[in-house]
């Protein structure tokens, strides 16, 4: 990457970026924050500079005539000046009204309209294609119908069509956003402006600034190109406080006079005894809508964020001319990256009417999406992923904005609404759904980027995502004799997510339909919003390690690392019929409750002994407790079948040996009980296509670092992990070329009998990977490997994948003795191929 251009290495800001970063957002150190269009950060002396405040002023209810309710209505005042003099806005045409975000304020003008002409049914409403979820909603309320603008030059003709129109009295709103919090288009503010010279009295306009203002100036100083409403919020300017404004033209504040509802500080007096009457304040607009008692703290806080911005970055001009210059370098290295044979990397989304160039036609966001040498999509959530272990902080989905990511997908309504039917939920992982992409990859710069994350985020890209050259399919493997595969070690994981129970070798393990005896029947919800906690967000849980004792009939759990020598432990009884626990000062107090696992409802027993929850909740520090699967009770069903994944289907690019081959990842289309598991019965994977792995990750690795990232096999949280005798080759017909290893031979296997018994298993598909094989399982740190090697050797159809799903065959009849639905560690594995 070539060093920044001499503008920016002057700097636009009185401090070095890089510096500034140092001293005030230490936490910046090692991750590339690249979501400012979410929200910016909070520079470490805001923070301080509040907490000062607080200590050395006494700050009381603004509703009262103390002194310390004088000092906080006193400064409320002046801040909401202060906030106005920060737009240019003038106070005697203008007020504030602070609200807890934009949404909010959207809301308040929505419903102030909606009873705003007793004579007619509510008011009119048209918006931008490219508005935020928060104005589409707004069409709701709107009963006298409402049009959605899907281009500029819809706008345009409305506009002239309006003006021409002046017998048409019904209220009228028109909403758009000043920035495109999908492509970070700006766009133009003189609508509000020829809307007003129409001279309507009924017509209104709301500006959705927050996208904007967050690294550009907004200048209200002249009324006659300005919005009526204009909405923003305050954390995406400075980080902190999560506050909002509505601003409000006060010759269009009468829209407010209908409104019904009132709450404390709203009015001067209240009869509820006999006539029921109650007088409204009238004394500014603000007084009219801020319902309650303020967030008096949070209006406060602002001070310190106007004082601080200021000191740290001059103007909004300045950051605008930041932002823009690393912007239009990102975009310019995005747009020039190709793959070896010239197809390009990234599928920008722009508009013709905007270039990275102009700060007035374009801040600084870059949405696009990937697509490999071969012209297939990368999903947006494994890129997500990838970019999360590499330390690198990005959005990705619709961006909270339908109509632009429907536009610029090329999604018709009828096209999303088969994906809603198909499963597509927002956040969810459906990334490819006919043939198109769902969602976007959004990148966005703030006050405080830097030269560097522009320069992480394209080696990021160009290490995982530009094909150096064609793609090599190496020689097919050459499956060998039937007695080479054995089962190295069984794992039983009884509280999902949590730490493994290690099969005893020479113990005998039932096997059932739903998978190894005992295997995810319990789980941990919490207790707040009922879903079950996984790894992936609470990586301690990998510090939770269970204990089966078969012989006292107890799970028995004990917390901490392998030195922990705290020796806490929690007993609970196997027994489903059992209602005590074993532990003495514990009953097995329990519920039914539904839960979300692995986005199913489901429906679990929870034990409610306040004893249980405590042992969970103080290891892990967030309010949890235990719950069970109710036995008879599953509903779920393997996912691991092509149907539940289309990406799993055939495909014609395969790579035996070292990406799984695609012909061999879709299975066998069958139903599968699982009780808690996320995909399947059974995971599997081989210790020689660990040994591979570590291979690779060894050699992707920087010499001279002296840091081993090898991992265990552990990470990947198998049930049955399967070795190779390779000493086979001395006793039956093996080839003498055999006699190695042979990593990732079981992407070829379609079936497998272990045992003496020739338990059968079928293979349901390959699994698919995320950031959670990071985690060691034995201190829970986590790491970039093996992810990120994995996303350059085992890649296909944009998602990452290692092992192998199982479940008990078919002809494994279900009144087989025990011993025939056993495997045991040491078992020989005989597969079978394609």
């Known amino acids: 990457m070539e060093d920044p251009p001499s503008d920016y290495a002057r700097g636009y800001y009185d401090e070095a970026v890089e510096q500034l970063r140092e001293r005030e957002y230490p936490l910046l150190k090692d991750v590339t924050y690249l979501d400012h269009a979410g929200t910016t950060l909070y520079a470490k002396c805001l923070i301080e500079s509040f907490s000062r405040d607080l200590t050395s002023n006494l700050f009381g209810n603004p509703h009262s005539a103390s002194a310390s309710s004088q000092l906080t209505t006193s400064r409320v005042d002046d801040i909401r000046l202060r906030v106005l003099r920060f737009f240019n806005a003038d106070p005697d045409v203008y007020d504030l009204v602070f609200v807890a975000n934009a949404t909010a304020g959207i809301k308040l003008v929505a419903d102030a309209l909606r009873d705003y002409d007793e004579r007619r049914s509510g008011f009119w409403y048209g918006y931008h294609v490219e508005s935020h979820t928060s104005l589409v909603g707004v069409r709701e309320v709107a009963d006298a119908g409402n049009k959605c603008f899907v281009t500029d030059d819809e706008v345009e003709k409305w506009i002239s069509e309006f003006a021409a129109s002046p017998k048409d009295e019904t209220p009228k709103l028109f909403a758009y956003p000043a920035q495109s919090n999908m492509t970070g288009r700006r766009l133009p503010l003189r609508w509000c402006r020829e809307i007003r010279q129409a001279g309507r009295k009924k017509c209104f306009t709301l500006l959705d600034a927050a996208g904007l203002v967050s690294t550009a100036p907004l200048d209200l100083s002249d009324p006659g190109l300005t919005p009526d409403f204009v909405v923003l919020s305050f954390y995406k300017i400075f980080g902190f406080p999560d506050l909002g404004a509505l601003i409000v033209r006060k010759d269009s504040g009468h829209i407010f006079s209908r409104r019904r509802y009132f709450g404390g500080g709203t009015v001067d007096m209240v009869i509820t005894l006999g006539t029921q009457w109650h007088a409204k304040k009238e004394t500014s607009i603000h007084d009219q809508l801020e319902d309650g008692t303020l967030p008096f703290l949070n209006v406060i806080a602002l001070d310190s964020a106007l004082e601080v911005h200021k000191r740290l970055y001059g103007s909004m001009a300045n950051i605008s001319n930041h932002t823009g210059l690393l912007a239009n370098e990102l975009f310019e290295r995005l747009s020039s990256l190709k793959h070896y044979n010239g197809s390009p990397v990234c599928q920008l989304y722009t508009s013709p009417s905007s270039s990275y160039t102009d700060r007035s036609t374009q801040g600084p966001i870059i949405a696009f999406n990937l697509r490999d040498s071969r012209g297939n999509w990368v999903g947006k959530s494994e890129v997500e992923k990838l970019a999360s272990v590499k330390g690198i902080h990005l959005r990705s989905g619709t961006l909270c904005n339908p109509g632009g990511a429907a536009s610029h997908l090329g999604l018709d309504g ?168 074993v532990s003495a000062e514990m009953c097995q107090n329990s519920m039914q409750k539904s839960s979300t696992v692995c986005g199913d409802r489901v429906i679990v027993q929870v034990y409610s002994s306040p004893a249980v929850s405590t042992f969970f909740s103080d290891f892990l520090g967030i309010p949890c407790t235990l719950a069970r699967l109710p036995p008879q009770t599953s509903t779920r069903y393997s996912k691991a079948h092509p149907e539940a994944c289309p990406a799993r289907k055939k495909s014609n690019n395969s790579m035996p040996g070292s990406f799984p081959d695609a012909t061999h990842l879709s299975g066998k289309p069958q139903q599968n009980p699982i009780l808690l598991s996320n995909e399947s019965p059974i995971l599997l994977i081989s210790r020689s296509s660990v040994n591979r792995l570590n291979e690779s990750i060894k050699a992707n690795s920087k010499t001279g670092t002296g840091i081993n990232k090898a991992v265990a096999a552990d990470v990947f949280r198998a049930n049955i992990i399967i070795a190779e005798n390779l000493s086979a080759s001395a006793t039956t017909a093996v080839p003498r070329e055999a006699s190695s290893e042979q990593p990732y031979i079981e992407d070829s296997w379609t079936s497998l009998r272990i045992g003496p018994h020739g338990l059968g298993f079928d293979v349901l598909g390959s699994c698919q990977r995320c950031q959670m094989v990071c985690i060691d399982q034995m201190t829970a740190v986590r790491h970039e490997e093996p992810f990120a090697t994995l996303a350059k050797t085992r890649r296909i159809g944009g998602k990452v994948f290692f092992g192998r799903h199982i479940g008990l065959s078919s002809s494994a009849g279900d009144n087989d003795d025990s011993d025939g639905r056993s495997i045991c560690v040491g078992d020989a594995v005989v597969p079978s191929y394609d």
């Not at 096209?415 to 809603?420: D, K, R, S, V």
């Not at 459906?430 to 990859?441: C, E, S, V, Y």
């Not at 039932?510 to 941990?524: I, K, P, S």
């Not at 759990?557 to 019929?577: F, K, N, P």
């Open 414 to 581: 009828a096209e999303m609404l088969q994906n809603f039917r198909a499963g597509q939920r927002c956040g969810d992982e459906h990334d490819i759904m006919q043939g198109k992409p769902t969602g976007a990859l959004r990148v966005s710069f703030g006050a405080m980027s830097s030269w560097r994350d522009v320069t992480t985020f394209i080696n990021f890209i160009e290490e995982f995502y530009v094909d150096k050259g064609p793609v090599i399919t190496p020689a097919p493997l050459n499956p060998t004799a039937n007695s080479r595969f054995y089962v190295e070690s069984l794992c039983v994981y009884p509280i999902k997510s949590c730490g493994s129970f290690k099969v005893p070798q020479g113990m005998p393990w039932q096997v059932n339909r739903e998978g190894l005896a005992w295997d995810r029947e319990w789980c941990l919800i919490h207790q707040g919003t009922g879903v079950a906690l996984s790894q992936k967000r609470y990586p301690r849980m990998a510090l939770i390690r269970p204990y089966i004792d078969l012989d006292r009939g107890v799970l028995r759990v004990t917390c901490g690392g392998s030195s922990s020598t705290d020796g806490r432990h929690l007993e609970i009884s196997l027994a489903r019929d059992d209602p005590e626990l």
